[in-house]
């Protein structure tokens, strides 16, 4: 059973900088694509990134250039580097795993993490 563990959300001032991280156990890690997503109270959860065993990416446009996602396929662990952070990036940012798909599956499936929050405030 596919476990995943989120750690490094927090409050951020606006253009500040912070990073998540995913520690996932139970599975085979390199056939997993691994994403972030996030959400805010009363809106559907949202895409932000999700990187391939083999190093591609895709981003949510509203992120690019700003969020960096990373994967280290021998220590089971996903990041998300975020930078140059806004009040809108404000929700809580759940990691996720999707076996044998590419990184432009955006879908709500696959195994979830507990989530962590970001806040964005001055």
């Known amino acids: 059973q596919v476990q995943l563990v989120e750690s490094g959300g927090g409050l951020v001032q606006p253009g500040g900088s912070l990073r998540l991280s995913c520690a996932a156990s139970?599975?085979?890690?390199?056939?997993?694509?691994m994403g972030w997503y996030r959400q805010v109270p009363g809106k559907e959860r949202e895409f932000v990134a999700a990187?391939?065993?083999?190093?591609?990416?895709n981003y949510v446009d509203s992120v690019k250039d700003r969020f960096t996602i990373s994967r280290d396929n021998e220590k089971n662990t996903v990041d998300l580097q975020m930078k140059s952070l806004k009040p809108e990036d404000t929700a809580v940012y759940y990691c996720?795993?999707?076996?044998?798909?590419?990184?432009?599956?955006?879908?709500?499936?696959?195994?979830w993490g507990q989530g962590t929050q970001v806040t964005v405030s001055s």
């Open positions: 139970g599975v085979t890690f390199t056939m997993y694509v």
């Open positions: 996720n795993a999707k076996p044998g798909v590419s990184v432009f599956s955006k879908g709500l499936w696959g195994s």
């Open positions: 990187i391939h065993s083999g190093g591609s990416t």
